[in-house]
């Protein structure tokens, strides 16, 4: 079983910084990609960054420049540094985590793993 936890959130000031962290634990073969959602009051849930198998990395429009995401592979863990935070990033941001399984038969499982989030209001 694989668990996804996150971490970081908390109450800051239009401009200010927060870091988020992912941790992803238990019996994980192969991390695909991480990627950060959020879902602020009222709205749905949507991708803001992602962290793939290489790397390389995906922006939602709205936090580039600002966002930056990051892992560590040997830690399993995921990490969203935000910057320059504005009232709109207010929103439970979620973690989730793709993981890949080998199969007997050949080829690979993927199931999507997903953490309780964490809460980031930004507020003067």
């Known amino acids: 079983q694989v668990h996804v936890v996150e971490s970081g959130g908390g109450l800051v000031q239009p401009g200010g910084s927060l870091r988020l962290s992912c941790e992803a634990g238990?019996?994980?073969?192969?991390?695909?990609?991480m990627d950060w959602y959020r879902q602020g009051p009222g709205k749905q849930r949507e991708l803001v960054a992602s962290?793939?198998?290489?790397?390389?990395?995906n922006y939602a429009a709205s936090v580039k420049g600002r966002f930056i995401v990051y892992k560590d592979s040997v830690t399993n863990r995921a990490f969203l540094q935000m910057n320059s935070l504005e009232i709109e990033d207010t929103a439970v941001y979620y973690c989730s985590v793709e993981v890949l399984t080998p199969q007997p038969t050949g080829g690979v499982s993927r199931r999507t793993y997903w953490g309780q989030g964490t809460q980031v209001t930004v507020s003067s």
């Open positions: 238990g019996v994980i073969p192969s991390i695909n990609t």
């Open positions: 962290v793939g198998l290489g790397g390389s990395t």
